[in-house]
């Protein structure tokens, strides 16, 4: 069941595709929002943008929307926690499996032993957190093309 947060300036689901369309290397991704659950992200990009040499999705371009998801995922959670926040991704490892030959669709989600309330308590009395996620880029026909790992940091604003 996809969950929208209330829109408020800048917050919320239509407020992060806003973002997107502001960095111009994002904008011309294509982006879409598949879904949010509240606990995973996954972003869309159609293969036609991203296509390589040998017809198939750009590693880059792969890496940019899995990095993006996740960016993603930890902001629209940081807004929950209700402390305005700078995310930045920390560090990443992908690995490509399988070369994708249709639009591109990164589901970002919580690594298994990772917890959004810890991660909530940091961010509130501590003004910093980090969450590890997963992302995975799937292939239309079952498996998966792309799978990565990520930690992100949340930073309060000052």
């Given amino acids: 069941m996809e969950t929208v947060l209330p829109m408020t300036s800048g917050s919320g689901l239509e407020g992060l595709l806003a973002h997107f369309s502001a960095m111009p290397p994002a904008a011309a991704m294509g982006i879409g929002i598949d879904h949010y659950d509240g606990d995973g992200l996954c972003l869309t990009a159609p ?3 991203h296509v390589n040499d040998k017809g198939c ?4 371009s792969l890496a940019s929307l ?3 998801a996740g960016w993603g995922l930890v902001t629209l959670r940081a807004e929950t926690v209700g402390v305005e926040s700078d995310v930045f991704v920390a560090s990443s490892q992908l690995d490509y499996l399988a070369p994708l030959y249709a ?3 990164a589901q970002a989600r919580l690594e298994p032993g990772a917890d959004w309330t810890r991660f909530s308590d940091r961010l509130r009395e501590r003004g910093r957190a980090s969450i590890h996620l997963q992302v995975e880029v799937a292939l ?3 498996g998966i093309a792309t799978r990565g790992r990520a930690r992100y940091v949340a930073i309060a604003r000052r």
């Fill in 140 to 142: 239309p026909e079952g």
């Fill in 57 to 60: 999705a750009f590693g880059g």
């Fill in 66 to 68: 899995m990095t993006l």
């Fill in 103 to 105: 639009d591109l669709r």
């Fill in 47 to 49: 293969l036609s943008l």
